[in-house]
């Protein structure tokens, strides 16, 4: 799996949108964008992924800029229940797609009330 | 239905001793991770078993450490003669085919915390 970039942490107001960026420049084709959030004391959860199309589903948004090289996690309306480690990972779609995670540092995100 | 589960969440072992991890992943689940967790680290991979067949165990750090999923389904992860560098959260993932070819998303459970003392 390729390697990701993501800020060490952010922090964002309550019931605001938060954008999470990543950078993968070093993205293959047939790589997917996967993210994966860590609330405290828990295991990671799936959170969205993507090839090329933005993608949207009832946790987020995921825009994915035209040449691929970086992505936006969108949380439309953060709530303090968001407050976890983000991270952002690439997937073979063609290989070993049962493949283990490589997982980064992450982004670490703090909800202010 | 049910998620991933882990037993015990949470121990508490003297240098020296082993232990004993264990992971029940989603009824029907082929694949099964086992990944540790350092403070303020992202996961990382130990081992993997696809049924009872262990295919990948290239990230287990030495060989203290061993795996087993004998019947398929709930699996062990034993530390034998733990150090205190083996304190960390152990993380176990299960996964399953999804509908279209795309990469498995895995399914974590909440992890046992082992400290080693």
């Known amino acids: 799996d390729a390697k990701t970039t993501q800020p060490n942490s952010m922090e964002s107001n309550e019931e605001e949108p938060v954008h999470l960026p990543c950078n993968h420049s070093t993205i293959s084709g047939t790589d997917y964008i996967h993210w994966y959030r860590q609330l405290p004391s828990q295991g990671p959860e799936y959170v969205i992924h993507g090839l090329t199309s933005n993608v949207n589903n009832r946790m987020a948004s995921l825009a994915i800029a035209e040449d691929r090289k970086s992505s936006t996690l969108i949380l439309h309306r953060a709530t303090l229940r968001d407050a976890a480690v983000y991270y952002c990972i690439l997937r073979d779609g063609v290989g070993n797609r049962d493949d283990k995670i490589i997982f980064g540092k992450g982004t670490r995100l703090h909800i202010l009330p | 239905g049910a998620g991933v589960s882990q037993s015990p969440r949470y121990k508490v072992a003297k240098r020296g001793q082993d232990v004993a991890l264990r992971c029940d992943p989603i009824s029907g689940h082929v694949s099964l991770f086992w990944y540790q967790q350092a403070l303020g680290q992202g996961p990382e991979f130990l081992t993997y078993?696809?049924?009872?067949?262990?295919?990948?165990k290239s990230g287990l750090p030495s060989d203290r450490f061993f795996a087993e999923r004998p019947e398929g389904s709930v699996s062990t992860l034993k530390i034998q003669r733990t150090q205190q560098e083996d304190s960390a959260v152990y993380l176990c993932?299960?996964?399953?085919?999804?509908?279209?070819?795309?990469?498995?998303?895995?399914?974590f459970g909440p992890g046992t915390r082992l400290t080693v003392t």
């Open positions: 993932a299960s996964s399953s085919p999804p509908l279209v070819q795309q990469p498995y998303e895995q399914y």
């Open positions: 078993f696809q049924n009872e067949a262990q295919l990948d």
